[in-house]
């Protein structure tokens, strides 16, 4: 697909206010309903991902994108990481939910939690809600996270704190890179592209988009300090720009010439 279209054609419009956006809705309503069901037996959480993988395929699904991920690889490299990606659009998390092939927490803000049956998943699944106005709050939803990864539960964080404005890489907050040096695991940089032009900040209307979740190289920390948390944050935050950038290279090389 070519980049997003301003003003995008009337067609999409259509198309996400009469089929796309009630679908997302009807699936979002029956999978959170029967998470929530099910997580007063499923204690560990497995069932209840399982469904949350099923939830982000049928949402990357109802848009018409085509979903790809690069460097998978690297997801077996280690067992138990803090995994940290660009944050582009709302559809990111179903992009994450369906790339990545097993059970993580993820970290988000806690506004999220007082959605209607999105809030009902968080809550009952485990994930971790942060409360970035409040830096107390913060510093103890981190030291639970800690916890979680030391127990061997794999993590993910949006490292920007909130979405971009411009698909630019924002300046990244040091949460990720902290949880990775206090539990001494590898951070690992992870890049979503084709994702804004799906569905950008301030938008309601999807985009049809080749969708890609690129898996970096896990950058390790063991010996590491949290007063390595800057240097370490500016590594990860070069990773990814690394990955996006190699990326619209590829894309711009594939365009045709006019």
């Known amino acids: 697909m070519s980049p997003r279209p301003n003003p995008l054609p009337r067609f ?15 699936v979002t309503a029956i999978c959170a309903s029967t998470a929530f069901a099910v997580s007063w037996v499923d204690k560990k959480g497995r069932v209840q991902h399982r469904i949350a993988r099923i939830w982000a395929r049928c949402a990357v699904h109802i848009t018409l994108s085509k979903l790809r991920v690069e460097g998978a690889e690297n997801f077996h490299k280690h067992s138990v990481a803090v995994y940290a990606s660009n944050h582009t659009s709302y559809m990111d998390t179903p992009v994450i939910f369906a790339g990545i092939p097993f059970q993580f927490r993820i970290l988000a803000k806690k506004e999220l939690w007082r959605w209607p049956l999105i809030g009902w998943y968080l809550g009952r699944s485990g994930q ?30 949006f490292p920007e ?9 924002k300046p990244f907050l040091a949460g990720a890179a902290y949880l990775a040096i206090r539990a001494q695991a590898p951070l690992v940089p992870m890049a979503l592209t084709g994702v804004f032009d799906l569905l950008p900040i301030h938008t309601r209307h999807f985009y049809p988009s080749k969708l890609t979740l690129h898996v970096g190289e896990p950058i390790e920390t063991k010996g590491m300090t949290v007063r390595q948390n800057g240097e370490l944050t500016e590594k990860l935050r070069a990773a990814i720009e690394e990955m996006v950038g190699r990326a619209q290279s590829r894309t711009e090389e594939a365009a045709p010439v006019a």
């Open 161 to 169: 704190g909130g979405r971009t404005a411009d698909g630019e890489l």
């Open 128 to 157: 971790m809600p942060i409360d970035t106005a409040d830096p107390h709050a913060t510093l103890s939803s981190l030291g639970g996270a800690v916890k979680a990864l030391r127990a061997g539960m794999p993590l993910f964080v």
């Open 12 to 26: 999409y419009v259509w198309l996400t206010n009469g089929l796309q956006a009630p679908l997302l809705l009807v």
